[in-house]
């Protein structure tokens, strides 16, 4: 686990909407936990077809793959680079509509008062 400095700024006086009171504000130094989370792109190439698949690891070892897929026009020039960079763009993109699917899941499962008996506000 990495850890990093940040700091906060914390209104102490009754006037936050006011910046010019500076003086009413209390600068605190906290610590904050830095993750890395990694992203692998694998591309595998069969004639005019290429392929990309993207996968997240987190801290966790959780998993997410996107897949992306390109293929060359036959009346273009053959230039690999092009088809590699639509399929890992593709596969990014894929990979990013699922995290954010992760995360919608996890907010409707986690989400709410811990207690159900606890009243909402």
């Known amino acids: 686990m990495h850890r990093a400095i940040g700091i906060r700024e914390k209104w102490i006086g009754p006037f936050p909407s006011f910046p010019f009171l500076a003086r009413l504000c209390r600068t605190e130094v906290?610590?904050?936990e830095a993750k890395q989370w990694t992203v692998q792109i694998f591309i595998t190439e069969?004639?005019?077809?290429?392929?990309?698949?993207?996968?997240?690891?987190?801290?966790?070892t959780s998993t997410v793959t996107g897949r992306g897929e390109a293929r060359r026009n036959p009346?273009?020039?053959?230039?690999?680079?092009?088809?590699?960079?639509?399929?890992?763009?593709?596969?990014?993109?894929?990979?990013?509509?699922?995290?954010?699917?992760?995360?919608s899941d996890d907010i409707v499962q986690l989400t709410g008062p811990a207690d159900p008996r606890t009243p909402s506000r």
């Not at 069969?46 to 966790?60: K, M, S």
């Not at 088809?83 to 992760?102: N, P």
């Open 30 to 32: 906290i610590m904050m």
């Open 46 to 60: 069969e004639g005019d077809d290429t392929r990309a698949r993207a996968v997240l690891t987190t801290q966790d």
């Open 75 to 103: 009346i273009d020039r053959p230039i690999p680079e092009i088809g590699d960079e639509l399929a890992a763009s593709r596969a990014l993109e894929d990979l990013a509509i699922r995290l954010h699917d992760v995360a």
